[in-house]
């Protein structure tokens, strides 16, 4: 059976991470990479873009061959991983070969959810987790002029936004009151609803698909409400969940991701786990939930490579923060954190975040200048931003918020001019 | 091994937000003066007068590039420099949320993502810095240039804590290579382990306890007769002030006389360190030591330090210099002249080195130490070229800092009076002024100033 | 038969050094080695010597540079005495325990104070106990002749530990005799190939810690410690094997042959002896002549090798007499007698009869041991066989 010091599941942040943390401290253990896809590594981040064409998509790859050569690293394309078996160390892949390994990391990401829609199942649909589901999407569009994109997260309002500036007449189906509800506030959404309807996209919030069927060609799509969308095709972007279906005999710990510790440790030995695969401790408590965004997958799959690799200099994970910057039609926005919870109610997902009465929140929003600004406190320290329009540097404002800097006397002045006072604190830091 | 970078170091305490930095980029880059547009930023705290910087700090794991989903973001192997390239960005900002230092920013009108790229070396917001609150730092090129050599010296030695004694025996050693006969009189360097004990030896080149007395006239030995039998090996000594300012004087000064081949590193802190502290030629008037204690009658050591580096030029070295290793580029400058120097007489430098045992602070605080003993000019860093005849000061100090500064960060200066402590300033800017008589261009009017 | 000089001894030291072939000289002046200083640099001038002269600032460099030289592989020389090798003393000291093997001439002079420029042992005999090798020459000849052995001995594999070629300051190192110099071509047979470079060395090819901090209260360091000093001591054991042999292929080669360790003048049939080391043999010799005429049964024992000290040879002449008689040019504070006397005193313990023993003290800062002053040696111990035993020691020039 062949082998390897260490073996890697997943080829995108998380995989690419760990590669580069192991290698820098082990330039001679073996190291193979197993992608599910046939092309190089590449981010699902992109695809929207590919779609829309504003990426090349013979240019959007991580990593190429050469720089796998230069790391030394077996680097397997169009594979998957069927069982793995903990106490021998090993996996068996998609072509019925055996891997065993020393140190596994699972960064197998996360799949496309289908909602329970009559008749989807048997339509064709679209969805974008894919390099193969965007160049899919991407040659479907060619001579179609209406799209109906289905959940209104980051994925579903890129792909409504670039197959808009591409000439399609875009419609939203979203579930929830407003967009991006992951991310955004009632007031924020709102923003961002009015850019997308100036530009014809019609938005159909709280409404869910009940039914699809086809129709002189076209897809006909009934809402809960009983209106009907006549549309040339349907992209499905109501969310994902974490891939380990593969997992299902191993003897990992898993709940709706698989379970790991602040070093991405599951409870099988020998066994690593980063990215959207993973449940993780949260980082405003402890209790572990699924974050799935890209700096996430970077930052845990770079714990997770130097805890493989059992570099000294690991400091274990925070825990993760909701966060996601956000450009659309020129506008450029992005969350952080804690930004929901001091004017709960409005909308109906507050139960999946922190609830926590002491929060103090500072708002600027003036809809006329379409601009947005919050900033939410919990005992003189961040702990959420966001920010539509207006100059904030969201890295500074995340790590203001990671490093749980007490502000004390400092807070007025950050809140009057956070930009600069984030930038002298960072500063302070840096020195 | 890997690589390192230059980079744009900033300090906050010399800033004067004056904002030419700012405006020199965005010429730069945009041939305008729009704020906007420049890669670099300077915010004000109203409180306490510090200025804050947002710049790219070229990261040697940069976030920005682990984060971009499309491979618009890379980090140059051989600048060091992280690229942004335009043509792959798809605008998405999440570099902008990667980067702690706002290092790279959105410009909403361009409405795209800007970063530094330091100007292919020579970054514009260096040179219009005019108090010099930033500084383009190539210190790294030490590491690339010599990184890769052999470490000579073995890991474990039994230094105090925070000693600086193993950072130059390492990067000394280092430099100059195993082809050298190196000689740690008895002190601090052999007390680290450089001889080693019982029959193992710490160091990885012919290494040896000359006397403490002897350690000029030893090398000149063997360096005479490897010259005799036609081999080329390097001589080098280090030695603490006692074995060269005190004990040591005689031989140093009869080698340095008949030009011996050599490099003479003074290690000096100031004082029989290794003995358990007690006074030297080179403590500073005032300092406290065992011998120089602090009582009713004495406070502390009553007459100024022998200079030893002046006294080393009078002798018409080959090359003399001052360092302190917060100034790693300048040392190792000093090294390469020593090196070349040595093939033809005598190279001697003399290292300012403050120890956190013997003076009383503590050992994080070393560099700190050493790098106040320069800013205030009590040791100045400076080099003599005999071929050029005159001293060249080589860190040069625009304002210097007052010397209590320095004087109050040691404890074995925390007894000075009000009036020990004028006696201090005024014997540092003394001195400081003798030797900058010894600066000018002509050799024969520099020495007829000073005398 | 080689070239005839006339010379005095420290011009024969010079001639010895010359014919050696040493790679590096130093020497700083001081009377009486002060003119040995002027022949090494001027030979070194005429190309006479080929070695590199080094004119350093003091005798304390002089040994140092001569270290440093050595550990590098060359064979080295110099000279010094009196305040010079009391200054030289630090490095000196270690040059034994360090197993150099360096050769350093010692014009001997007494000590100061009171100040004093002139002969007399108390220099080197204050050294004795350093590890070096001494010898101590009688003549001009055996000057130059030592000089060129010492190296041999020096540099034996199984010494290797540093030779000082003791002469009288004043009587040799003035004084002109006839001396024969040796052919170049037969010293460089007699001398073989050079080959120093398997000692302790600062040598970039084969690295090594040279002297690392050895001892203390615990793990291998009180027995490595004693190891080195074993070792030395096994050197200068074998040392006397050594130097017997080499005197003896130097009387081969040259025809030259002197008493390596203890020189037995007129003793087989002695019923007592006087003992005398360096240039005062001469005048003890002619003395012991003259008392043979009037019928005295009187000996003579020489020291040439006081370290390694020659205790087998010794005893074997002391056998042979009932009484003995020493005159040392020097003072042992300690014992109110000559050093020579006191060593003398361990060998006699070895013998089976106790018999009587003289100290006398003579020529110190420059005075002359005369035949006289030896008739008054011979005269002191031949009355020791009648029970006369003088209760303290004799100073032979306390009424000059």
Request: proline content about 5%; some cysteine; hydrophobic content about 40%.
């Amino acid at each position: 059976m062949p082998s390897a010091k260490y073996l890697i599941i997943g080829s995108s942040h998380a995989g690419l991470c760990a590669l580069d943390a192991i290698r820098l401290q082990d330039t001679e253990g073996s190291v193979t990479l197993i992608t599910r896809d046939e092309s190089l590594p590449y981010s699902p981040t992109i695809l929207p873009y590919v779609v829309s064409g504003d990426a090349d998509p013979e240019k959007i790859f991580l990593r190429d061959q050469k720089a796998m050569d230069h790391l030394n690293v077996t680097f397997l394309k169009g594979e998957t991983v069927t069982t793995v078996d903990t106490k021998a160390h090993s996996v068996r892949l998609s072509s019925g070969e055996s891997l065993s390994y020393e140190k596994l990391l699972l960064a197998t990401g996360a799949t496309p959810v289908l909602p329970p829609v009559t008749g989807l199942e048997d339509e064709p649909h679209h969805v974008l987790r894919t390099l193969d589901d965007a160049m899919k999407l991407r040659t479907a569009l060619e001579n179609k002029h209406t799209a109906l994109v289905v959940g209104a997260g980051l994925i579903g309002m890129h792909a409504a936004e670039n197959l808009a500036k591409i000439g399609v007449d875009v419609t939203i189906v979203e579930a929830l009151p407003h967009v991006l509800p992951d991310y955004f506030d009632e007031d924020g959404a709102s923003l961002i609803q009015q850019a997308f309807s100036d530009k014809g996209i019609k938005m159909h919030l709280g409404c869910t698909m009940k039914q699809v069927a086809r129709s002189n060609g076209a897809q006909l799509v009934t809402l809960n409400s009983g209106e009907t969308i006549s549309s040339d095709l349907v992209l499905v972007a109501t969310g994902v969940r974490p891939s380990i279906d593969y997992l299902s005999e191993a003897d990992i710990e898993v709940d709706q991701g698989i379970l790991v510790d602040d070093r991405m440790r599951t409870s099988a030995d020998g066994v690593w786990a980063a990215g959207d695969v993973v449940q993780a401790p949260g980082f405003f408590d402890s209790e572990k939930r699924l974050n799935g965004t890209l700096p996430d997958a970077s930052e845990q799959g770079r714990i997770a490579g130097m805890d493989m690799v059992g570099d000294s200099a690991l400091k274990p994970y925070k825990g993760g923060i909701g966060m996601n910057t956000y450009k659309f039609f020129g506008h450029r926005a992005f969350s952080i954190g804690l930004i929901k919870e001091a004017n709960t109610g409005s909308d109906g997902r507050e139960e999946d975040r922190v609830s926590a009465p002491d929060l103090e929140e500072d708002r600027v929003f003036s809809p006329a200048s379409q601009r947005y600004q919050k900033l939410v406190f919990q005992d003189d320290r961040l702990v959420g931003a966001l920010s539509i329009n207006t100059d904030l540097d969201p890295g500074v404002m995340f790590e203001v918020i990671r490093r749980r800097i007490d502000l004390k006397d400092m807070k007025a002045q950050f809140v009057d001019h956070p930009q600069e006072t984030g930038r002298i604190l960072m500063t302070k830091v840096w020195r | 091994m890997g690589k390192g970078y230059p980079t744009i170091a900033f300090y906050p305490e010399k800033c004067n937000g004056c904002n030419d930095c700012v405006e020199a980029c965005a010429q730069i880059k945009t041939e305008t003066s729009e704020p906007v547009h420049s890669r670099i930023s300077v915010a004000k705290d109203p409180d306490d007068e510090f200025y804050g910087l947002s710049l790219c700090r070229q990261c040697g794991d940069p976030r920005c590039v682990m984060d971009c989903p499309a491979r618009a973001l890379t980090k140059n192997e051989d600048t060091g420099v992280v690229h942004w390239d335009e043509t792959k960005c798809v605008n998405c900002q999440i570099c902008t949320l990667a980067c702690p230092y706002a290092g790279i920013t959105y410009n909403r009108i361009t409405d795209q993502v800007m970063k530094c790229d330091l100007c292919n070396g020579d970054p514009a917001c260096v040179k219009a810095c005019a108090p010099m609150a930033l500084e383009y730092k190539i210190g790294a090129e030490i590491y690339n240039t010599w990184g890769d050599l052999e470490d000579l010296f073995v890991p474990g030695v039994g230094a105090c804590l925070g000693c600086n004694s193993e950072l130059i025996m390492r990067h000394t050693l280092r430099r100059i290579g195993p082809n050298t006969v190196v000689a740690t009189p008895p002190g601090c360097i052999p007390g680290v382990g450089s001889v080693g004990v019982n029959g193992i030896t710490s160091t990885k080149t012919p290494v040896f306890h000359p006397l403490l007395t002897n350690t000029a006239s030893m090398l000149a030995g063997v360096k005479r007769y490897y010259n005799r039998i036609g081999r080329d090996v390097t001589m080098l000594a280090l030695a603490g002030d006692g074995g060269a300012a005190d004990v040591g004087f005689q031989s140093l000064s009869g080698a340095a006389e008949r030009g011996e081949q050599m490099i003479f590193v003074c290690v000096d802190n100031e004082g029989y360190m290794n003995t358990g502290v007690q006074r030297s030629s080179t403590t500073p008037y005032g300092a406290w030591t065992t011998t120089t204690p602090v009582g009713e009658a004495l406070q502390g050591k009553t007459r100024d330090a022998k200079p030893l580096p002046l006294l080393m030029v009078l002798h018409s070295c080959e090359y003399v210099a001052t360092a302190a290793l917060p100034f790693m580029e300048d040392f190792y400058m000093k090294l390469d002249k020593a090196i070349e120097a040595s093939k033809r007489g005598m190279a001697f430098i003399h290292i300012f080195s403050p120890c956190p045992t013997g003076w009383r602070f503590d050992p994080s605080q070393l560099i700190e130490v050493a790098r106040k003993g320069v800013e205030t000019n009590m040791v100045p860093l400076w080099e003599y070229e005999n071929d050029l005849g005159r001293i060249n000061i080589t860190h040069v100090v625009n304002e210097p800092l007052p010397v209590v500064t320095y004087l109050k960060s040691i404890g074995k200066y925390r007894h000075l009076s009000d009036e020990q402590l004028v006696y201090i300033q005024r014997k540092t800017d003394e001195r400081f002024e003798l030797l900058k008589k010894f600066t000018k261009e002509s050799k024969l009017e520099g020495l007829s100033d000073a005398a | 038969m080689g070239k005839i000089l006339v010379c005095d001894g420290n011009e024969a030291a010079a001639w010895g050094v010359a014919r050696s072939k040493p790679d590096m000289v130093a020497v700083f002046p001081i009377t009486p080695q002060s003119s040995l200083a002027e022949y090494i640099s001027q030979f070194v001038a005429d190309g006479v010597i080929k070695a590199d002269l080094m004119d350093v600032e003091g005798e304390h460099s002089v040994l140092s540079v001569l270290q440093g030289a050595c550990l590098a592989g060359a064979r080295t020389y110099t000279a010094s005495c009196g305040q010079g090798l009391a200054f030289m003393f630090e490095p000196y000291f270690r040059s034994a325990p360090l197993r150099l093997p360096l050769v350093m001439s010692i014009v001997t002079r007494d000590g100061i104070t009171p100040q004093s420029v002139w002969g007399g042992q108390q220099d080197a005999m204050t050294v004795r106990e350093t590890g070096w090798i001494h010898m101590y020459c009688e003549t001009c000849q055996e000057i130059l002749d030592t000089v060129i052995m010492a190296y041999r001995i020096a540099e034996n594999r199984d010494v290797m530990l540093p030779v000082n070629v003791n002469h009288d300051g004043n009587y040799l190192s003035y004084g002109v005799e006839k001396v024969e110099l040796p052919e170049e071509e037969e010293v460089d047979a007699f001398m073989g190939e050079k080959n120093t470079n398997w000692h302790v060395a600062l040598d970039p090819d084969r690295p090594m810690g040279v002297d690392p901090l050895t001892g203390g209260a615990g793990g291998v360091g009180p027995s490595l410690f004693v190891s080195y000093r074993k070792g030395h001591c096994k050197g200068m054991q074998n040392a006397l094997r050594v130097i017997t042999e080499v005197h003896e292929e130097w009387g081969e080669r040259f025809g030259r042959y002197y008493a390596p360790l203890v020189e037995e003048y007129r003793l087989d049939d002695a019923d007592y002896a006087i003992v005398t080391i360096g240039s005062m043999s001469g005048a003890g010799k002619d003395a012991v002549d003259a008392a043979r005429e009037e019928g005295e049964k009187v000996g003579l024992i020489k020291i040439k090798t006081f370290r390694p000290f020659p205790l087998q040879a010794l005893r074997d002449a002391l056998a042979k007499v009932k009484a003995v008689g020493v005159v040392d040019r020097s003072v042992s504070f300690a014992w109110n007698s000559g050093p020579v006397y006191q060593e003398l005193l361990s060998a006699l313990y070895f013998l089976d009869n106790r018999i009587p023993a003289v100290s006398f003290i003579g020529g110190l800062a420059g005075a002359d041991i005369t035949i006289d002053h030896f008739k008054r040696v011979i005269d002191t111990t031949a009355r020791t066989l009648q029970g006369e035993v003088p209760s303290e020691c004799i100073w032979l020039n306390e009424n000059d």
